[in-house]
Structure formats: structure tokens, C-alpha cells
Nanobody, 121 residues
Framework: QVRLVESGGGLAQSGSSLRLSCTIS????????LGWYRQTPGKQRELVAT???????VYADSAKGRFTISRENAKNAVYLQMNNLKPEDTAVYFC???????????????WGQGTQVTVLP
């Protein structure tokens, strides 16, 4: 009934930038916590950044100073601005959402399908 739709992935050169977007498909759901995780073959999925309703943010050490997470509630969207990209940023990036349905108090976790980011040396 609700899904997280990602866009913005692609191919980039080292030192360049990409901006990932994720949209909650139904406006009656609010992202209590929204964020981005990434995963490469043979590795466990890892946190990149999260942002709360109150716009408190958490970043992985690898993302600090280079990536910025933000949200635009009017568009039910969360973004990840990735600057100064490095080859080690290459991964499938997954949108994460701890979503609360309007009028309810319990949340549920949702994942996007993933978008590929490839950074060339």
C-alpha cells in the first residue's frame, strides 16, 4: 500500500556529486525516521545517514563532511546530497523509512528497492 521510491543514482567521477531522492508514495504516512543505507556484494548493509521528524541527523563516519541528508515533508521526500564522491562509495543505496500512518502511534519499517551508485576512480 505504501512504498519508498528512489531515484538519482548513477555513474559519477571521483570528486563529483550526486543527489539521491526518496519519496513516500502515500501522503498519509509520515516518516518518523528516514534515511539511507548502502550495500556492496559480500558486505552487510550499513547505515549512511538518518534524519528524524525533528531533523536530528545521524551520519556514518565515512559520510561526515561529504554527505548531507535532508527532508522535505511537503513532498514526502528525503534526500541525500553526496559530494566529493570516492570509489569506496560505490554501492546499492537503499532508502529506509520508519513510517507512521496518520492517526496511529505505532510505526513500521519500509525499504526501497535500491538505486546503484558507481564512482569511477
Amino acid at each position: 500500500q505504501v512504498r519508498l521510491v528512489e531515484s538519482g543514482g548513477g555513474l559519477a567521477q571521483s570528486g563529483s556529486s550526486l543527489r539521491l531522492s526518496c519519496t513516500i508514495s502515500r501522503s498519509i504516512f509520515i516518516g518518523k525516521i528516514l534515511g539511507w543505507y548502502r550495500q556492496t556484494p559480500g558486505k552487510q548493509r550499513e547505515l549512511v545517514a538518518t534524519i528524524s521528524v525533528g531533523e536530528n541527523t545521524v551520519y556514518a563516519d565515512s559520510a561526515k563532511g561529504r554527505f548531507t541528508i535532508s527532508r522535505e515533508n511537503a513532498k514526502n521526500a528525503v534526500y541525500l546530497q553526496m559530494n566529493n564522491l570516492k570509489p569506496e562509495d560505490t554501492a546499492v543505496y537503499f532508502c529506509y523509512g520508519e513510517l507512521v500512518r496518520a492517526g496511529e502511534i505505532r510505526s513500521k519499517t519500509y525499504w526501497g528497492q535500491g538505486t546503484q551508485v558507481t564512482v569511477l576512480p
